[in-house]
């Protein structure tokens, strides 16, 4: 029998540890979006020097300063969503539609009665500052690899045999804090399930997937995701001689995030072994299901200042710190197999069990700078210059006792990047070593501009519109299969985001004391999806992927009272 073996390169990996978050969760727990009020996002967001509106709060806190009377208001969202995939000539959409209540606060007024500082004012809104929401699925028709034999090349490196993947009372593989030696759960889940069979010696055998000599298939992939990053801002802030105002804010966000992936195989003449160590070449038709859930609460602080120089100038500058996070995992995989007439089954790891885990994280922080011009009382042009560091995210273990690591400490022996830590002596620094320097290695500081205008039509009427840009934080080398991807849990698949345009546009009424505001809003993400790593050791197998499009109209209403 000619069989091909994957022999993946070391640095390839660290990928299938169930070791708590990868830099991909990083980014997906960091990353920007444009949300509301109506009047904020159909000039793109770009309010930075402007202020007087609910959602300043949590851009430019120095917002809160040009409010002259109090306000509550509330913020409708109905966002229309279409995935798109494309690989190899096919195309498939996706379509969903979500109901989100993007904003609620309140802005109440102080006067002084002092021409130096004429009012004190301070606010309290709930802000969603990230949607996850998104459903898409995909086929890749020509497959020129098998996950099956990554897991074997992961399962060689390892150097497991058969009793290492059957035997697993004495520790648990898919908990990486249990602090003792195990094989890897994907090892397992996949002999568990017929993707990996033993050749040779039981106790040094040569692992092999079912990827061979005259195998061809396709693959097929899904996702759903959802929830959000939530903000509820206290903030507070005055007015000096009507030329600088100033503001800051306390946040206390939630973090939510859901997602059930789908890998799936169809393979024709494909290697599959047996409990006898046989091997067949047969059909193969297996799915590899994963459900990933975290949630966490944190607090960041922001503060700001918009300068008027001149009644038709406005200059703003905020800055934001990072977000400290409290940070819970939970996942579990399934694989549904049959192989031909021979065998089916189910197979789940950790017996059915949840994995999980706990850390802390540390989202990049934020600098915005702002200007805008009023020009006959008439007309409001604006743009905001975004810049963030996103090289500079970071996790640490949940009790690390604030984050401080020695170099040396009892109790725990060596870090095996396989294996997590082992109880023998003293180990060495920080777990998440090697994720933090992932991070590094993966992302880059990137750049959001927005640009936005308002006319007043009439003194009661106003029409609007904005565009912004957000560029990728993904560093080309790692957009272009140049270098290993880890993921964490047990996760294989993963999605880069290219770039994200915001094209807005909106309308505004204002009656006594009661305004309206309504903005349409089209969002489209370029990204591309990998269903596992890339090996550069062997670019010859190339791992499936597929280019995406989300696209996002929406549909925004606010409603409020000033008084």
């Not at 991909?24 to 402007?50: E, V, W, Y």
């Not at 885990?357 to 009023?374: C, D, E, H, Q, W």
């Not at 990047?417 to 998440?432: A, I, K, L, N, Q």
Request: charged share 15%; aromatic share 16%.
């Amino acid at each position: 029998m000619k069989k091909e073996l994957i022999l993946l390169g070391t640095s390839a990996l660290v990928s299938f540890m169930a070791s708590g978050q990868s830099a991909i969760d990083a980014f997906r727990f960091s990353q920007p979006d444009l949300k509301g009020t109506a009047r904020f996002m159909s000039m793109a967001g770009a309010f930075g020097a402007l202020g007087g509106d609910l959602s300043t709060l949590s851009q430019n806190p120095a917002g809160i300063g040009i409010y002259r009377s109090n306000e509550i208001g509330f913020t409708l969202d109905l966002d229309f969503q279409r995935a798109t995939s494309s690989a190899q000539g096919y195309n498939n959409s996706v379509n969903q539609t979500k109901f989100l209540v993007n904003n609620i606060g309140g802005v109440a007024t102080l006067r002084l009665n002092s021409d130096i500082m004429p009012n004190f004012n301070f606010g309290f809104t709930y802000n969603r500052a990230s949607s996850f929401n998104r459903k898409y699925c995909g086929r890749i028709n020509r497959l020129g690899n098998s996950l099956s034999n990554y897991f074997a090349g992961i399962a060689n490196y390892n150097g497991l045999n058969v009793a290492d993947v059957t035997s697993t009372s004495s520790f648990d593989p898919y908990n990486p804090n249990d602090g003792l030696p195990g094989a890897p759960w994907s090892s397992i889940l996949a002999y568990n399930s017929y993707l990996i069979s033993p050749v040779g010696d039981p106790d040094n055998p040569v692992w092999e997937g079912q990827w061979g000599s005259g195998t061809s298939g396709n693959g097929m992939f899904s996702g759903i995701e959802s929830g959000s990053f939530d903000e509820f801002n206290i903030a507070l802030g005055g007015n000096i001689s009507n030329k600088v105002y100033w503001g800051m804010d306390f946040c206390i966000t939630n973090l939510t995030y859901n997602l059930d992936g789908l890998w799936g195989e169809s393979l024709t003449n494909a290697y599959v072994g047996d409990e006898e160590g046989n091997i067949d070449c047969t059909e193969a038709n297996w799915s590899l299901f994963n459900h990933y859930r975290t949630t966490g609460t944190g607090f960041n602080y922001k503060i700001g200042v918009i300068v008027k120089p001149i009644q038709e100038l406005r200059i703003g500058f905020s800055f934001h710190t990072p977000t400290w996070m409290a940070l819970n995992e939970v996942f579990y995989s399934t694989i549904d197999y049959t192989y031909g007439t021979k065998v089916s089954g189910f197979a789940t790891t950790n017996g059915g069990y949840d994995g999980y885990n706990s850390m802390n994280f540390r989202t990049p922080l934020k600098l915005i700078g702002s200007i805008a011009g009023v020009l006959f009382n008439r007309l409001i042009i604006s743009a905001d210059y975004e810049w963030s560091p996103y090289q500079r995210m970071k996790f640490s273990e949940a009790s690390n006792y604030g984050g401080y690591y020695d170099d040396w400490y009892p109790d725990w022996g060596y870090w095996d990047e396989v294996s997590g830590p082992v109880r023998s002596g003293y180990m060495t620094s920080d777990p998440f070593k090697a994720t933090n320097e992932d991070i590094k290695t993966y992302y880059q500081g990137n750049s959001t501009v927005r640009v936005g205008a308002e006319y007043r039509v009439t003194p009661r009427f106003s029409v609007r519109a904005g565009y912004s840009y957000v560029s990728s934080p993904v560093k080309q080398s790692a957009r272009n299969n140049s270098m290993s991807i880890y993921t964490s849990g047990t996760l294989m698949d993963y999605t880069f985001n290219n770039s994200t345009q915001y094209i807005t546009c909106g309308l505004g009424y204002r009656w006594n004391n009661f305004y309206t505001d309504l903005a349409y809003m089209h969002k489209r993400i370029d990204a591309t999806y990998h269903a596992y790593t890339p090996d550069p050791a062997s670019p010859q197998y190339p791992s499936p992927q597929a280019d995406m499009t989300f696209s996002n109209n929406q549909l925004i209403l606010s409603c409020g009272v000033r008084f």
